[in-house]
């Protein structure tokens, strides 16, 4: 009896994993919708240079920071993607992606300042959790 009972917790710990697991990839792959400004195609480059620390990351396992590094203190920051998930703002995000988005993914930067604003783009490579 007593292993029927584990067995039914157990069932319930991979049924949990797999929903959480359907979760995060059913929201990960969802295109941000912010509107972004137009660009201001005089401004000077608010933007120094847009880094991340890994620019390839497996599919709902891995995740990779990018940092955006600008010459200005008073800004505004906006981040898009066109698939994946962004965790976080300000100058340093999180992104992260479920499988439905393996492949080359771009993460935007805009950076706004006293009516001017630039942005910077970056590729992050997604492969397959399931790839070797």
């Not at 029927?4 to 991979?14: R, S, T």
């Not at 497996?58 to 990779?64: C, E, F, L, S």
């Amino acid at each position: 009896m007593k292993f029927f009972i584990l067995m039914k917790k157990q069932m319930i710990k991979i049924l949990q994993a797999v929903i959480l697991i359907a979760l995060l990839a059913g929201i990960s792959c969802s295109k941000n919708d912010n509107e972004l400004l137009p660009d201001d195609e005089n401004a000077p480059g608010l933007i120094d240079s847009l880094v991340t620390r890994i620019d390839t990351i497996r599919a709902m396992k891995d995740t990779t920071s990018i940092t955006v590094y600008t010459n200005k203190s008073d800004v505004k920051i906006q981040w898009s993607t066109d698939h994946g998930t962004i965790l976080g703002g300000g100058k340093r995000i999180v992104y992260y992606s479920g499988e439905c988005c393996v492949g080359g993914n771009t993460v935007t930067c805009r950076v706004t300042s006293a009516g001017q604003s630039s942005e910077k783009s970056i590729k992050i490579h997604v492969i397959s959790y399931f790839e070797e």
